[in-house]
C-alpha cells in the first residue's frame, strides 16, 4: 500500500529516479530525495524506532531534524537521522537500540514497568547493598545509549573552508531571503544559510498549497540568485555562535568557518507538541511535519484523521490533508475562541468538523500498540487548563496533526549573548537586548503574519547596513493584531500519564510535577534532575513545555522560570567534521638523512627527531649494548653527537651585556671575547628554567644557546625583557638556521687537525673557548665544551653545511674508531661527567641551592632574574638536596630505575633522577634528591625498588672518575 | 574563535598568540620588603575587570600590550609596549 | 527490579519528599554562612552539623545548586597524585566517596572503572614512574603497565594514536571512578537540609562585614546576615569575594571546557587521560563518551564554548579512536577554573579572622568534594585547619613553600 500521492508543485523528490532499498528485511521503495521517514511513511511503514527508556514505538514526529526515536543503522553508520537522511539504493538500514527488530522489540517490556520508574528513579535505587551497584550499572549502562559503534568505521577528515562576510543570515526563510535580498541592495556582501535542502523555510509547506505562495518564493529565490552579491548555502546548518562572530555552517562535505561583521538570525521556529496521553504513537505527529510530509515529499500522513489545534496553523493542515484525500474527521482547537470566521468558515467548508474549547483527551491506540486507532476528545477550559475528562466522545482514525504553538529556533542567540523575554501577544520568548552586529528577524522575533515577516527580514538588514556603517532608511514593522500563534498552556494530563514532553528522554507530565515536588523547581535543576533537553534533540520540542509546566506548578508567570542555556552544536555535529588532520609537525636536522641511513634509532624529542642511539652499520645490538659501545668510543676514541636542536640565539647592540647581567644569574661584563660562560636562566621565583652557555663573540655581540626542548621560551622572554628593559639589543633566532655537532674523545682534536687549518691546541683553544675557524671548507664556530668529555669540540655551521661537515668529520675520524652516538649516550656520558640535566634532574620547584649551583649566582649583581627570591630562598632551610651517588661495587641486585624513591625509617626522602649502568667505570651511578642530612660525601643512603628491594647508594664526588683510580668512596 | 589585533601585523586569530600574563609593575628590590616581594611573585589580581595583559604573536615574535576586559573579552586596545600614546 | 521502587508503582500521590525546603528568607544571624552552593559548600555544611552539631548554618547559592563546576566537570574521581600529601588527601576523598551513596541514602552512580593516564613520551613514563612509587608508597593502587595491558582493557584505543603519538605505556589507577556530579550536590544539599541548615538559591553575595580584622557578616541580595564564621567556595568566583575582603592570592580564572557525544551501546568501560594530546575521555552510564581537554590558554570569567577547543578535542579524539568520526558531538559548555601555581588547592584560615577560604580547586575540585567538605568544616569548627591539608594552605605561597604537584599537573583531570 502506497500513500505517495499526486506530483505536487514543488515537490523534493524526483519521480524519474525510483530506488529500492532495505529497512528491517523489507524491501521499500522510494524516490532520489526521499528521506528514509518519508520513502517509509509513502510506503505504509509506520514505526520507525524504539524510544530511549521505555522503548516505546515511534513514527514521524518533527520531520524538522529532531526526530530522535527515528534513528537508524546501516550497519555501518549509527545513529542516522531517518527524518532528514536521504535514502539511497540499494541502502539497507535497520532501527538501532532494538532487540529483535523495531516491531518485536524485546525491550518493550520496560514500558508495562514504567510507573515503578518514576523520575529520577535511579538515583533511588540500586546502591544498597553497594556490593550489588556494578551488577545494576551494567544493566543499566546495556539498557541505555542509542546505537552500536562500528569500530571498523575508517578515520575521515572533512575539509574546512573559510569565509568572510559583511551578514551571515542563518534560514533561508520568508525573513531570512527578504533581509539577504535588502542588504546586498545596500552594496553588502551575504551569506545565507539553510539547513533544509531548498531554500523557502516555511514557504515549502505553509501556505504551499496558494499561488501566492510560490510566487513569492520563486521572486525572491530569482533576486537572491541573480545577486552576485549573495552567496546561499542550502543543507547546512549554523552549527553554534562562538566569540567575534564565528559561525561554522556544517555541511555534508565538511565545515565552513564564517567570520561575519554582522549575523541576522532569521532560524524560525520548532513547532511544539500539545502534550496528551498517548501523542507519541506511531500516527501523532506535528502539523508542519504533516504538511513537510504532504508538500515536499508528496506523501499522505494518514488516511483519516483529526487536527488538534491551539492557533490557525492546524486549520491550514486540516485543509491541507483534507486536499490530499485525507477524510480529517475534526478540528479540535484548544482555545475558547476558535479561529477567524473565514478560515474556520473554509475548513466546514469540506466537511470538517471543529470542536472549539476541546482537547484530545488521550489517543486510544490499536491492539498492537504500534498506531492510532480513535481519540477520545472532551471538553478543554484553556484558561484553567483543564480537561473535562467526565464527557469523552470517541473518535475513529487513523492519524493526528497537532499545532498548537511554537519556540523560538533561538539557541544561537542566547549564544551570541542575548537577553530574551516572554512576550505575551505571541506567547513565546523573544529576543529583548540583542549583542552589538546581531539581529533578529521573523519568527525568531516573534513575527509570525507573512507580509509582516518580510519587512521584519528588511528592517534586520537595514539596521545591519547601518551598523556597517551604510546610510539606509530605517524599515518599520506595523504590528499586525492577530491570536497569539502559540498556546500559553496546551498540556492535557491525565491519571495514567504516558502524556509525553521530551520525546528523546520519554518524560511525562507528572515527571515534571513530581521532580518540583521533589525540590527541583528550578528550571536548571528541574533539567538536571529529569533530564529534559538532554537528548540529542537538545529541547527543541520539550523545553518551552518543560518551562510552562514550572510555571505552573510554582504559580509563576513564565517569564519569571526563564530559560536554560542553550549550548553548541546547533544539531549534534560528526567529530570528523570538527577535529582536523592530527597536525602532530615535526623538525629534522640537518644530519637528519644520515641518522637513518646509518642505523640511527629516532625518537621524538619535543619536536625534533633525535637518534637516541645507531644499530650501527647494520648490526643488530640491545639498545644496552648500543649504548656501551658508543660511549666507550668516546671514551677511549671519539665519538659524534647532532647537537643541532640546541637553542642558538645571537645576543648582539649596545646594551648586549647588560642584558645578559640581568636575564642570566651570571657576570659577562669581565668576559673576553672567545671565551664562554654558563648561562643559567631562572624564573621570578628562583627556580631554575634553563642552562647554555654564552659565548661573547665581541665587545657587543654574544652567541647564547639554550637547552633543545626550551630554545623558544628563552627567547620569547629575552625578547619580552628586552622590551621590558628598554635595553639597546637584537636578538636573532638562530636556532634552526645552523646546524651543530659535538666532537668528543681522546681522539677528537686529532681527527679535527685534518679538517682545519686553524690552531686548535690546548694553549689557543683551552676549554670553554671559542675561534672562528673554517672546518672542512666551512666557516664555523667550534667552542671547546666538556659536556659529555674533557675533551670535546662543539662545531656550528650553517644548516646547509651541516651534513658535509658532518660527513667529513665522520669520513676523517674513521681510521679512529670514531662513532655517531645519540641521546641516551649523551646522558650516559654527562652523567659520568656529573652534568645534571634541567628538568630531568631538577623539576618545577628545585632551586639552585638544591642542585649545588651556587657557584653559578653572582648575588653581588645589581639584579638577575630570581635574583630577590633566592635572597629570601637563601635564610630557609634546605629540604632536599641533589647528589651524585655509586652503587656498591659489581652490584648486581634488583636495579633501582629513575623515579624510584629514597626511603629511610618508612619516609619518602627523595628520589632517583638519573642512574645508569657505565661500563667504563664499571659501576652503576647516578644522581637523586636526598635530605640534606644524606648529602655529605661518604653518606650512604637507601633506594627502594620497583620490586621493594632497598639498594644501598653511597654519595660521591662527581665526576665520577675517581671511581677508576681507587675504590672511590 | 577570537581574533586579536597585533600592532604590527594587524587582526590574526587567536591561535596565532601567546598569552603572558598581566603586565605588572615590578616593587624595587632593593627596598621592599620579603613578604612584598613574594606577594608580587606569586599573587595575581585575579577579579575580572579591564586589565593590561602581554600578548605574544608568536609566526612575527612580537610581544605587545592588550586592554582587555576579562570578563567580556573584549580588546579595547592593542599597542607595543610604551608606545601608547603613539596609539 | 529493586523492591524500592515498587511504592512508586503502587501509590497514586508520588511518594517522595522534598529533597530540601524551598528556603527564602534568611534569619538575621547564623553561626556560620558558606558561600557558594556547589559540591564543596554543601559538603561543608553537611559534616558541619554531622560532625559538629553545628546546624545553624546557611548556604548562599547566587544561582542554583550544583550549578557551578560541580554540574560542568567530567566527573573523574581519583587519586594518583604526585606528592604524598596530594595522594592522602585524596585518596581520604575516594575512601569517603565509596560509601557515600548509603551515607547520603541516594544513588550517586559512584562506578570505579580503573583510570589510565597515557604516555606517550619517555618524559611522560618517568612522571608515571615517579607518581606510581608514591602512590605504591601511600597504599594506592597505581602501578605503571605496557602497551599490552592498556590494549586489555580498552582493545578499540589505536596504541599508536594513527601514528602520531604511539603510547609507550600508562599510569594504571585502580581506584579510579566516575559519578553522578549534581547528584552528589544533591545528596550533600538533602542531607544537610535535614539536619537543619538552611540552603537559599537565587542568593547571591554582594559584600562581607568586617570589624576589628574580624568577619560580622555578610551582605546579599536577601538583605544583611550578621555571623563571625564565612566560608568560600565558590571556585571560579573565588576572585570576587576575596577581593571583597582585600585577600590576595595566586588565584587566576581560566576557562575548562568539555563537550559530550551522542549515546552509543556501552564500549568504553576505563577512563582513559591523555596528557600529549591533552584528552580525557570515559562513556557515561547514559552512553554518551563525556570528553575534556586542557585549560583554556588564557583568564576569562566566562563560561563559553570555543570552537577551537572541540576541533582540538576531536581531533585528538579521533588519533586515539579513528572509528568515532561519524559519532556526534551533541554539546559542548565550560566551567571557570581557579588555577594556582602549583596545581594544588587553597585551603584553610585566612589573615582575615573568621574568613576561611576553599579555593585553587582548578581541574580538581569535584573529586576532592567529600573530603574538602569534611576538612573545612573541622577548620571552622575548630578555628584550626586538620594535618590533613597543611601544606595547602594560604601563606604557603609567601613562605616559598609551594607543593610539588607542578610537575604532574599538566593533564591533571
Known amino acids: 500500500m502506497t500513500s505517495r500521492i499526486a506530483k505536487k508543485r514543488g515537490e523534493w523528490i524526483n519521480r524519474d529516479k525510483p530506488l529500492t532499498f532495505q529497512y528491517e528485511g523489507q524491501t521499500v521503495q522510494g524516490y532520489e530525495g526521499d528521506t528514509i521517514s518519508s520513502a517509509l511513511w509513502a510506503a505504509g511503514i509506520n514505526v520507525l524506532g524504539r524510544s530511549f527508556k521505555y522503548h516505546r514505538a515511534r513514527g514521524v514526529l518533527s520531520f524538522a531534524n529532531h526526530d530522535v526515536n527515528a534513528m537508524m543503522t546501516d550497519g555501518v553508520d549509527t545513529n542516522i537521522r531517518a527524518d532528514v537522511w536521504p535514502v539511497a539504493d540499494g541502502m539497507d538500514i535497520k532501527a538501532v537500540n532494538t532487540i529483535g527488530g523495531v516491531l518485536k522489540d524485546k525491550n518493550k517490556y520496560i514500558d508495562y514497568l514504567s510507573p515503578f520508574l518514576p523520575v529520577g528513579f535511579y538515583y533511588k535505587t540500586f546502591y544498597k547493598p553497594k556490593s550489588l551497584f556494578p551488577f545494576w550499572e551494567d544493566k543499566i549502562r546495556k539498557a541505555a545509549g542509542l546505537g552500536e559503534v562500528n569500530f571498523n568505521y575508517p578515520r575521515i577528515i572533512k575539509p574546512k573552508k573559510f569565509a568572510h562576510c559583511d551578514v551571515l543570515i542563518i534560514g533561508a526563510g520568508l525573513s531570512g531571503l527578504s533581509a539577504a535580498v535588502k542588504a546586498a541592495e545596500q552594496g553588502l556582501d551575504v551569506i545565507v544559510v539553510d539547513e533544509n535542502k531548498q531554500a523557502g523555510g516555511s514557504l515549502t509547506y505553509d501556505y504551499a498549497g496558494e499561488q501566492t505562495t510560490a510566487d513569492t518564493l520563486t521572486s525572491l529565490l530569482g533576486k537572491v540568485e541573480s545577486n552576485p552579491n549573495i552567496r546561499l548555502i542550502t543543507d547546512a546548518y549554523a552549527g553554534g555562535f562562538y566569540g567575534d562572530k564565528l559561525v561554522p555552517l556544517v555541511g555534508k562535505d565538511g565545515i565552513t568557518k564564517v567570520w561575519a561583521k554582522s549575523v541576522i538570525v532569521a532560524s524560525g521556529a520548532f513547532e511544539q507538541p500539545p502534550v496528551f496521553r498517548y501523542n507519541d504513537l506511531p500516527g501523532v505527529m506535528l502539523g508542519s511535519a504533516a504538511q513537510r510530509l504532504i508538500h515536499r515529499y508528496a506523501v499522505k500522513p494518514f488516511n483519516k484523521g483529526v487536527v488538534v489545534t491551539a492557533n490557525d496553523y492546524g486549520y491550514r493542515t486540516a485543509l491541507d490533508l483534507a486536499s490530499v484525500g485525507v477524510d480529517v474527521v475534526a478540528v479540535i482547537d484548544m482555545r475558547r475562541n476558535g479561529a477567524p470566521r473565514d478560515l474556520s468558515q473554509k475548513v466546514r467548508d469540506k466537511g470538517i468538523a471543529v470542536h472549539i474549547s476541546s482537547c484530545i483527551y488521550e489517543v486510544i491506540p490499536t491492539s498492537d500498540k504500534l498506531g492510532v486507532k480513535a481519540v477520545s476528545v472532551c471538553p478543554y477550559d484553556d484558561i484553567s487548563a483543564g480537561a473535562d475528562s467526565g464527557h469523552t466522545v470517541r473518535l475513529s482514525c487513523d492519524g493526528v496533526a497537532m499545532s498548537a504553538g511554537w519556540a523560538p529556533a533561538a539557541a544561537l542567540l542566547y549564544q551570541a549573548g542575548t537577553k530574551m523575554r516572554y512576550d505575551y501577544s505571541v506567547e513565546q520568548f523573544v529576543p529583548d537586548e540583542l549583542p552589538e552586529g546581531v539581529f533578529a528577524a521573523g519568527k525568531v522575533n516573534g513575527v509570525f503574519d507573512s507580509k509582516a515577516r518580510q519587512l521584519d527580514g528588511q528592517r534586520a538588514a537595514a539596521e545591519a547596513a547601518a551598523f556597517l556603517g551604510k546610510t539606509v532608511d530605517v524599515v518599520t514593522v506595523p504590528k499586525v493584531e492577530m491570536a497569539p500563534p502559540s498556546h500559553p498552556y496546551p498540556i492535557v494530563e491525565h491519571p495514567k500519564g504516558k502524556n509525553f514532553v521530551d520525546f528523546d528522554e520519554d518524560i511525562q507530565v507528572k515527571d515534571f510535577i513530581n521532580a518540583a515536588k521533589e525540590g527541583f523547581d528550578n528550571i536548571e535543576l528541574m533539567k538536571r534532575f529529569t533530564t529534559v533537553g538532554m537528548g540529542p534533540s537538545q529541547g527543541k520540542h520539550s523545553n518551552m513545555n518543560a518551562i510552562r509546566i514550572l510555571a505552573r506548578v510554582r504559580q509563576l508567570p513564565v517569564e519569571k522560570i526563564g530559560t536554560t542555556t542553550a549550548r553548541p552544536f546547533f544539531h549534534p555535529t560528526p567529530i570528523g567534521h570538527l577535529g582536523g588532520r592530527g597536525f602532530h609537525p615535526h623538525r629534522y636536522t640537518a644530519m637528519h638523512e644520515w641518522h637513518v641511513d646509518n642505523g640511527g634509532v629516532m625518537m621524538d624529542a619535543g619536536m625534533w627527531m633525535r637518534p637516541a642511539y645507531y644499530q650501527y652499520r647494520g648490526r643488530t645490538m640491545s639498545a644496552m649494548e648500543a649504548v656501551q659501545e658508543e660511549a666507550l668510543a668516546v671514551r677511549q676514541q671519539a665519538g659524534m653527537i647532532d647537537g643541532s636542536t640546541l637553542g642558538k640565539i645571537e645576543v648582539f647592540g649596545a646594551d648586549a651585556t647588560e642584558f645578559l647581567e640581568r636575564f642570566y644569574t651570571g657576570k659577562f661584563s669581565k668576559q673576553k671575547i672567545g671565551e664562554s660562560r654558563i648561562a643559567l636562566l631562572l624564573d621570578e621565583a628562583g627556580v631554575m628554567v634553563d642552562d647554555g652557555l654564552a659565548v661573547r663573540v665581541d665587545d657587543e655581540k654574544f652567541y647564547v644557546s639554550t637547552n633543545s626542548s626550551n630554545a623558544a621560551t628563552v627567547y620569547r622572554e629575552m625578547q619580552r625583557n628586552v622590551q621590558l628593559w628598554g635595553l639597546q639589543v637584537t636578538l636573532v633566532n638562530l636556532t634552526g638556521a645552523m646546524a651543530a655537532m659535538t666532537l668528543a674523545g681522546p681522539k677528537s682534536r686529532e681527527i679535527l687537525s685534518t679538517l682545519t687549518k686553524a690552531d686548535i691546541s690546548e694553549a689557543s683553544l683551552p676549554d670553554g673557548n671559542m675561534i672562528q675557524a673554517e672546518i672542512a671548507g666551512v666557516d664555523a664556530k667550534v667552542m671547546r665544551v666538556s659536556f659529555v668529555s674533557d675533551l670535546a669540540f662543539e662545531i656550528h655551521v650553517p644548516y646547509k653545511a651541516g651534513l658535509h661537515v658532518w660527513k667529513q668529520i665522520m669520513a676523517a675520524g674513521e681510521s679512529h674508531g670514531i662513532r655517531p652516538f645519540g641521546t641516551d649516550v649523551q646522558r650516559l656520558l654527562r652523567l659520568e661527567m656529573g652534568h645534571h640535566l634541567i628538568s630531568h634532574d631538577t623539576d618545577g620547584l628545585t632551586n639552585p641551592y638544591e642542585a649545588h649551583s651556587e657557584a653559578l649566582l653572582k648575588m653581588d649583581k645589581p639584579f638577575f632574574i630570581g635574583q630577590r627570591s633566592l635572597k629570601i630562598i637563601a635564610k630557609k632551610t634546605l629540604n632536599k638536596k641533589l647528589v651524585n651517588f655509586v652503587l656498591e661495587k659489581d652490584f648486581t641486585g634488583d636495579m633501582p630505575n629513575e623515579c624510584n624513591l629514597v626511603i629511610e625509617d618508612g619516609n619518602i626522602k627523595g628520589r632517583v633522577t638519573s642512574i645508569a649502568y657505565s661500563k667504563y667505570l664499571n659501576r652503576v651511578i647516578g644522581f637523586a634528591f636526598v635530605a640534606p642530612e644524606q648529602g655529605s660525601t661518604g653518606s650512604t643512603f637507601s633506594i627502594r625498588t620497583d620490586s621493594g628491594a632497598m639498594v644501598k647508594a653511597t654519595v660521591v664526588k662527581a665526576p665520577f672518575f675517581h671511581l677508576l683510580d681507587n675504590d672511590g668512596e | 574563535m577570537k581574533l586579536l589585533e597585533c600592532p604590527i601585523n594587524g587582526i590574526r586569530p587567536i591561535s596565532e598568540f601567546t598569552y603572558g600574563g598581566e603586565y605588572r609593575n615590578m616593587p624595587n628590590p632593593d627596598t621592599c620588603s620579603d613578604s612584598e616581594w613574594a606577594a608580587y611573585v606569586h599573587y595575581r589580581n585575579g577579579a575580572p575587570g579591564l586589565k593590561k595583559e602581554w600578548w605574544y604573536h608568536t609566526p612575527s615574535g612580537t610581544w605587545f600590550i592588550a586592554e582587555r576586559n576579562t570578563m567580556t573579552d573584549k580588546v579595547n586596545r592593542t599597542y607595543l609596549l610604551g608606545q601608547e600614546e603613539a596609539k | ?413
Open chain 3, 1 to 413: 527490579m529493586p523492591l524500592g521502587l515498587l511504592k512508586y508503582g503502587l501509590s497514586s500521590e508520588h511518594p517522595a519528599p522534598r529533597f530540601f525546603r524551598d528556603c527564602t528568607e534568611p534569619k538575621k544571624s547564623y553561626d556560620a554562612v558558606i558561600i557558594g552552593g556547589g559540591g564543596h559548600g554543601l559538603a561543608a555544611a553537611y559534616y558541619l552539623a554531622k560532625d559538629y552539631g553545628i546546624t545553624n548554618v546557611a548556604v548562599l547559592e547566587k544561582g542554583y545548586i550544583g550549578g557551578g563546576n560541580t554540574g560542568r566537570n567530567t566527573t573523574i574521581v581519583r587519586s594518583n597524585y604526585l606528592t604524598p600529601e596530594g595522594v592522602n588527601f585524596y585518596d581520604a576523598s575516594v575512601k569517603i566517596y565509596e560509601d557515600l551513596s548509603e551515607e547520603l541514602d541516594l544513588n550517586l552512580f559512584y562506578s570505579t572503572r580503573g583510570h589510565f593516564t597515557l604516555a606517550h613520551t619517555e618524559s611522560a613514563m618517568r612522571t608515571m614512574r615517579w607518581r606510581a612509587e608514591v602512590n605504591k608508597h601511600v597504599g594506592v593502587e597505581s602501578y605503571v603497565v605496557g602497551p599490552e595491558e592498556i590494549s586489555k582493557a580498552c582493545p578499540q584505543l589505536d596504541i599508536s594514536c594513527s601514528g602520531q603519538a604511539p603510547i609507550l605505556g600508562a599510569l594504571y589507577h585502580a581506584p579510579g571512578s566516575v559519578a553522578r556530579h549534581d547528584a552528589v550536590a544533591w545528596g550533600y544539599a538533602k542531607e544537610a537540609d535535614r539536619m537543619g541548615v538552611e540552603i537559599f538559591q537565587m542568593t547571591e553575595v554582594t559584600g562581607i562585614d568586617t570589624k576589628g580584622g574580624k568577619v560580622v557578616g555578610v551582605n546579599t541580595s536577601k538583605g544583611y546576615i550578621s555571623t563571625n564564621r564565612v566560608l568560600s567556595a565558590v571556585a571560579g568566583f573565588t576572585p570576587r569575594i576575596t577581593e571583597m575582603v582585600d585577600l590576595q592570592t595566586p588565584i587566576v580564572i581560566h576557562p575548562l571546557q568539555a563537550c559530550v557525544s551522542e549515546p552509543m551501546k556501552p564500549w568504553l568501560d576505563t577512563i582513559l587521560v591523555s596528557g600529549s594530546l591533552h584528552v580525557y575521555v570515559s562513556q557515561s552510564s547514559r552512553g554518551e563518551l563525556v570528553m575534556g581537554s586542557s585549560l583554556d590558554p588564557y583568564e576569562f570569567h566566562s563560561t563559553r564554548s570555543s570552537l577551537d577547543f572541540v576541533e582540538g578535542l576531536t581531533t585528538h579524539i579521533t588519533d586515539m579512536f579513528p572509528f568515532l568520526s561519524n559519532v556526534k558531538v551533541v554539546r559542548q559548555w565550560g566551567g571557570m577554573a581557579d588555577i594556582t601555581p602549583d596545581f594544588a588547592p587553597i585551603m584553610g584560615k585566612t589573615p582575615l579572622e573568621g574568613f576561611y577560604l576553599d579555593a585553587g580547586w582548578g581541574t580538581w575540585g569535584f573529586k576532592a568534594t567529600p573530603i574538602s567538605g569534611k576538612t573545612m568544616a573541622e577548620t571552622i569548627a575548630k578555628d584550626m585547619a586538620p594535618d590533613l591539608i597543611k601544606s595547602f594552605r594560604l601563606s604557603r605561597f609567601e613562605d616559598y613553600e609551594l607543593t610539588g604537584e607542578k610537575g604532574a599537573a599538566s593533564v591533571g583531570h
